[in-house]
């Protein structure tokens, strides 16, 4: 069957993008149950929640996308040796997130202080940066998997790493940073 | 050409290609195993005329065939920006070297099964009276089920195994427990009398006809034979050297090799079609003797390719380097300094050999020498091609430039 054709496409693309579907309704069921207690209550929260999420679902794609190519190419075996150039990708992408962190952290204080709620900024700067820090490390777990996957079965990583990593993203955000900022404030 | 379209002399089947997850260095580094073997095999089944030998080579190149294809799957699956293509395109470029190595090895052995026997004055140009690498079957019940280790061919009979075959699986280099089963083909190198014995003990000995004695004609021909082997296989070490130590001065001499190698390409035509009449009255053996030339010209072909993508800026990949790095040895190229210990001087009156360096040719401004005797005499800017040990780099360095007029001062 021609890859092209609406049928392959679909039989395709279909499992696949109902459990991306699963995936999102759970982060928008997340969200509906704190959207009262915590993001309307520290609206600097729900300012910042599309950027904060996209950004660590985008390190997630980026970390995927370089580790296919290295174990394409055979910088890193099948079972991701040597460690030193895992680790380095994954020290290197961390530093990258600590930085849209603060970013992140400096925006979210300024609408905070516009709003009027009462929350420090060493407290904002840690919500972001422990739910930050937190997400990305899960996603590159799944990240790890996602790769082997991709190299075992040559997946296409528009159609399957990219969207995966952005709706996992999503999830992993919100909830961490709900969690976080439940016992930080 | 492809031996398996040549004539029906082999009927490969050609193994269906579908993606595997292999890494590219990974497929990089059999390809290159697989036809530096070819090479090897493919020489010496030509000239011993053996038959199983020359149908191991076809085996291997259909091996290296399907191997590049998974290669350049699992290469277009790597790249995503311009920094990937850059690096992926001399990936891609030295694996069609590789192959194009391989397919000139597949020529020669093809040679074989199309039934055209050497002429004896390829035997004298390449000196091949020491040792022999031949293919043999495991059918004696007494190997089977053995470990190499157990078997110890290497003491006991003076043959070392470089690799076994089990149906369509390779494998190079065997470790020593490696188990052989019935089926197997092993293939062994060492002393053509090891060799000989060795096909007894496995009941395939055939005895050589007798040669020819040299005649003073063929001279001219079989030492132009023995420069393009020679030059094949220094130019082969030399690009692979050029792309690891992204050296554009060894590279160049490899593209100096492949104008030369052209040059003499021609002459030994020439002279193979002017004297074909008195060289033999069978024109099998004529044809031979051409083809052994095209297969020449195409592997230095091959080699030229893979020095082009050092001269084209491109960095080697770290992988190359990898790859390369497991040969033990290291080609350099060294300009002859004026007051060093080399000018001027006798290769036997030279430190060369004592360091460990092997000379594997000298090139004196368009001319060549290649495998200089003890006699030769190093001219200063002579241009040194050696063959060395990594550690004695410097030191061997220092003796053909000679010492800077600074070391002077202080010694």
């Known amino acids: ?185 | 050409m492809y031996g398996k379209y040549a004539g029906g002399a082999s009927r490969v089947e050609l193994k269906k290609v579908e993606y595997k997850p292999i890494s590219v260095k990974e497929l990089l580094v059999q390809m290159s195993k697989f036809s530096s073997l070819m090479v090897d095999l493919a020489y010496t089944a030509y000239l011993y005329n053996k038959k199983s030998l020359a149908e191991e080579v076809m085996k291997l190149e259909e091996q290296v065939d399907y191997l590049s294809y998974l290669l350049l799957m699992n290469a277009s699956l790597a790249v995503r920006d311009k920094e990937d293509a850059e690096m992926i395109a001399g990936i891609l470029k030295m694996a069609s070297a590789v192959d194009g190595i391989s397919n000139a090895a597949a020529d020669i052995a093809n040679l074989v099964l199309l039934g055209i026997s050497s002429h004896d004055l390829v035997d004298y140009a390449f000196e091949l009276t020491y040792e022999t690498v031949d293919a043999l079957e495991i059918k004696n019940t007494g190997f089977i089920g053995k470990t190499l280790e157990e078997l110890s061919f290497e003491s006991k009979l003076g043959v070392n195994v470089i690799a076994v075959r089990k149906g369509k699986k390779w494998i190079i280099d065997p470790s020593p427990d490696t188990k052989l089963e019935k089926g197997d083909i092993i293939i062994v190198r060492g002393t053509i009398d090891s060799v000989d014995h060795m096909e007894r003990v496995f009941g395939v000995y055939e005895e050589v006809i007798s040669e020819e004695e040299m005649k003073p004609e063929w001279k001219k021909i079989s030492t132009l034979v023995e420069d393009l082997k020679d030059i094949n296989e220094i130019m082969i070490y030399l690009a692979y050297s050029a792309l690891m130590f992204h050296n554009h001065r060894l590279a160049k001499e490899v593209l100096e090799l492949e104008e030369y190698t052209d040059k003499l390409h021609t002459e030994y035509e020439l002279e193979v079609l002017k004297l074909h009449d008195k060289l033999s009255k069978n024109e099998k053996t004529i044809l031979g003797l051409l083809r052994l030339g095209i297969a020449a010209e195409n592997m230095a072909d091959a080699a030229a390719m893979m020095a082009e993508i050092t001269l084209r800026g491109l960095e080697p990949h770290p992988i190359i380097r990898d790859i390369i790095n497991e040969s033990e040895e290291l080609i350099i190229a060294v300009r002859v300094g004026e007051h060093s210990d080399v000018a001027n001087k006798k290769l036997i009156d030279t430190n060369l050999e004592d360091s460990g360096a092997i000379v594997l040719a000298v090139r004196r401004g368009k001319k060549w020498y290649f495998k200089p005797t003890e006699e030769f005499i190093f001219h200063p800017d002579d241009i040194l091609i050696l063959k060395i040990f990594p550690e004695m780099k410097t030191t061997i360095k220092r003796l053909v430039k000679g010492a800077s007029p600074k070391e002077k001062a202080v010694q």
Do not use: C, W
């Open chain 1, 1 to 185: 069957m021609p890859y092209y054709k609406a049928s392959s496409i679909i039989k395709q693309s279909l499992p696949f993008f109902l459990f991306l579907l699963v995936l999102s309704l759970t982060t928008g069921n997340v969200l509906n149950t704190f959207v009262d207690d915590v993001l309307y209550k520290y609206i600097f929260l729900l300012v910042v929640l599309p950027g904060f999420i996209s950004a660590i679902g985008d390190t997630g794609s980026v970390f995927v996308s370089r580790l296919t190519s290295h174990i394409f190419i055979g910088e890193l075996d099948s079972s991701f040796r040597p460690f030193r150039i895992l680790f380095s990708n994954i020290i290197g992408l961390l530093l990258t997130t600590l930085t849209h962190l603060l970013a992140i952290s400096g925006i979210a204080y300024i609408v905070s202080l516009i709003f009027a709620i009462g929350v420090d900024l060493v407290v904002i700067v840690a919500i972001f940066l422990l739910s930050g820090f937190s997400s990305v490390l899960i996603l590159m777990f799944f990240g790890i998997i996602t790769t082997y996957l991709t190299y075992k079965y040559g997946l296409n990583p528009d159609n399957f790493t990219s969207p995966l990593m952005g709706n996992l993203g999503d999830l992993v955000g919100s909830a961490t940073l709900i969690l976080f900022a439940l016992l930080l404030i």
